[in-house]
């Protein structure tokens, strides 16, 4: 199991940026896919990004490419999404996410197995 924290959400205005971090513990973090998901009030849990153990792949939905950057350090155990031209749409608790086994594939939420506390963006207009 990879524990998950999560930091650097806020309170900014459109157009601005914001850098979330997930620290991870545990020696399986650098064998595993690892993502973000949001959660907007009244939605349910969407993807955001990921990226594979090697960090050599990354993946985003259709919502925030382009704006998005996910990237991971597996020296120091974290994944970091830096958010750009953020818009209010984009307000929501964002989670960072470790893959259910090592080396695996998809985004789909169903295949990943740790989950951070989340961390609140809000996104003004």
């Known amino acids: 199991q990879v524990q998950l924290v999560e930091s650097g959400g806020g309170l900014v205005q459109a157009g601005g940026s914001l850098r979330l971090s997930c620290a991870a513990s545990g020696r399986t973090f650098i064998r595993r896919t690892m993502g973000w998901f949001r959660q907007a009030p009244g939605k349910e849990r969407e993807f955001v990004a990921a990226i594979t153990w090697s960090g050599g792949t990354t993946f985003y939905s259709d919502s925030v490419k382009g704006r998005f950057t996910i990237s991971r350090d597996n020296a120091k155990n974290t994944v970091t999404l830096q958010m750009n031209s953020l818009k209010p749409e984009d307000t929501a608790v964002y989670y960072c996410?470790?893959?259910?086994?090592?080396?695996?594939?998809?985004?789909?939420?169903?295949?990943?197995?740790?989950w951070g506390q989340g961390t609140q963006v809000t996104v003004s207009s």
């Open positions: 996410a470790a893959h259910r086994i090592d080396y695996g594939s998809g985004v789909d939420r169903s295949v990943f197995g740790s």
